[in-house]
């Protein structure tokens, strides 16, 4: 766990070590050896000063969740935290120098060991990274972070660390006056003792800056101007941005505030005591849940069929160089492996090969790629018009037009090319897998990889597996994901899969309280305070409303009587075939999009959704019960898939949801929102909806049965 040595000039090492394990990482055990070999080192009149080092490649990688997103007592966890505090203090005031030697990444709670350190020296390793990622998961720098940070720094260098997680290199670690020294990689220790040693022979008391008598902080604290001003700035931005819904920031800014007030210690306490809470919080149990260990499950491919040998790629075919296509090929080239990307005509198949140049060249601009790089990747880019060039490609993706006829076209186009074990895999949005896989002579290698909008940015692909897709094809195309550096979940199929099913309902509710006479603007208002990124009928304008049309329109095509039409499709038909308002791609949706101005609603919507008010003159709906309702339609369709076997395991559901449509991470995800409520109080909410609102909104059995049975999706 931890080394100890002291050398001929009673200078000792501490130097982190966690056994089997690739990092070091900060949890009860070695928290526990650190504390007890420091309190060792300074009790020991032999030891004269510390150099605290790791002997991974890195210094420490942080805090370990397992046990953050474990810990459900209050008040152990808080005295655990407090104790700490003392530790670090003990360190600080010892009158022994300690000096931490940085060689590599140093986060979250290693990096709070460093500052509670008297010096910090880094290798010029141009790997390391330097900053506090708690706040992406919900948590704050818990031991000591937020006090020690600001106090060295100045509030205004600390916000971006401490409020989003920036990380940043040594250089600027130490330019902001986070570090003291940057040294050559493999110095870090022999500069590191060196201040132990000049400090020891100057004979001049280690002090924390806090410590030192006068101490001010850099750039004024919370209660003058300059302080005062950063915060209310920092607190009505913030506010802007979250709703509110994200704890752990505004915590961060309280840390900030009143504990710069104050002195260290008890700024200390007051960290402790908002740590505390966090940790407890259901939104950080959601975050690293469902954005730490249900992502890294996802990455490391644990739903993959065991026994296929894994699949190398080097040459990938793409048909359609449309917007869909050219995304996917760019990241596909980005991966280092070839792509023919074929359309009707060379003209329109460079057309897709132009736009990755066009992106690229704006990221070389801004610095991000070199030139070599750029032409690089484009080499990697085949456009063309002949199925021929497809020989030799291990999967070919179609993102052609949403069309059963040209889809199976082109499936028998290539599969005649194609080595008879290549895998063909459809982007379709909306049309089942399975009787796309008719077109195939192969159906077992058939299989739907759907990408999001834009292909090149969006981190998930949603893999439908068809009735009579193989365990093998499954196997070789969630390594194609993975080797694109993409997330995938895994569906069974079904119309819309699961995405583009739940993410429906989101933009259909908006467009049922419209009809029911909700004021849109509270409606799209209300999503955001739902933490969506966009409002529902915002939305509907950015898919376009007439998609929204021809889906209801296909959907009773192919249900016939069994199809129940929806408020949504009535709202759809009423704007695209009575007002030919399509949405943002004609300029006209439920929005007005002014060529010399930002979109504002279409005034024209008040005389056809008329407002309905109470007998007061307010909204008939409150703004909580508009929220819920755009919350909770979205969790009880994904029970509904969950309960039809389209979606195989709850935290897909919930990882797909964040990654594929922006669902609030802290609410962890449709069924981790169902969690956070509890199953009985999410069934007498539901019950409740379904009563007032319909059907759409009655729990389905699984639900219940949870619920009466007093199970969990997930451990408490
Ligand atoms: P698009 O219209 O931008 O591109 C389609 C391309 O396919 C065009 O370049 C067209 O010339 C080409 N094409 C048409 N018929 C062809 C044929 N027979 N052979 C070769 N090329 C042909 O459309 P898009 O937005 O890229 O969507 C393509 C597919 O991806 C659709 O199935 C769509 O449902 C699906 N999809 C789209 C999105 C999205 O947000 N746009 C998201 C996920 C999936």
Known sequence: MLNYSVDAEGIATVEFDYPDKSQNILNAKSMGAYAETMQKALADPAVKGIV?????????????????????????????????????????????PVAAALNGTTLGGGLEIALGCHYRVAADNPKARFGFPEVTLGLLPGAGGTQRVPRLVGMMAAAPLLMEGKRIKAAEAQKIGMIHA??????????????????LAAGTKPLQPWDAKGFKIPGGGPNTPNGMQMLMAANAMLREKTYDNYPAPRHILSCVYEGLSTNIDTGLAIEARYFTNLVMSPVSKNMIRSLFFGMNEANKLASRPAGVPPQKYTKIGMLGAGMMGAGIAMSTATAGIDIVLLDTTQEAADKGKDYARKQWNKQAQRGR?????????????????????LAGCELVIEAVFE?????????????????????????????????????????????GLHFFSPAEKMPLVEIIV??????????????????????????????????????????????????????PALIDKAGLIAGMPVGPLALADEVSIELVHKIAQQTRADLGKACVERAADRVAAK???????LGRKSGAGFYDYPADGPKHLWPGLAEQFPLRVGADGTAMLSLDEIVERLILVQSVETVRCLEEKVLRAPIDADVGAILGWGYPPFRGGPIGWLHTLGLTQAVATLDRLAERHGARFAPPKILRDMAARGERFYPA
């Open 182 to 199: 940057v040294v050559k990689v493999g110095d870090e220790r022999t500069a590191a003792r060196q201040w132990v040693a000049d400090t």
């Open 466 to 519: 068809g009735k009579a897709t193989s365990d093998a094809t499954l196997a070789r195309s969630m390594d194609y994901v993975r080797a694109i550096g993409k997330t995938p979940i895994v569906v069974n199929d079904s119309r819309g899969f699961y995405t583009s099913r739940v993410f429906g309902t989101y933009v259909s509710e908006g467009m049922a309280l419209l009809e029911e006479g909700v004021p």
């Open 52 to 96: 605290v080092a790791s002997a991974k490649k890195d210094f420490i990688a942080g805090g370990d969740l397992a046990e953050l997103g474990a810990a459900i007592d209050a008040a152990a966890f808080h005295a655990s935290i407090s104790d700490w505090h003392k530790l670090m203090r003990a360190i600080e005031l010892g009158g022994k």
């Open 369 to 389: 790629m070199t030139p070599e790089a750029m032409e690089a990747l484009l080499a990697r880019i085949h456009p063309t018009a002949s199925y021929a060039d």
């Open 403 to 447: 069309k059963r006829e040209i889809k199976a076209d082109v499936t028998r186009k290539t599969e005649a090319v194609i080595a008879p074990d290549a895998i063909f895999a459809s982007n379709t949005s909306t049309l089942p897998i399975t009787g796309l896989a008719e077109a195939s002579v192969r159906p077992a290698n058939f299989i």
């Open 575 to 581: 704007m695209v075939a009575d007002l030919g308002r």
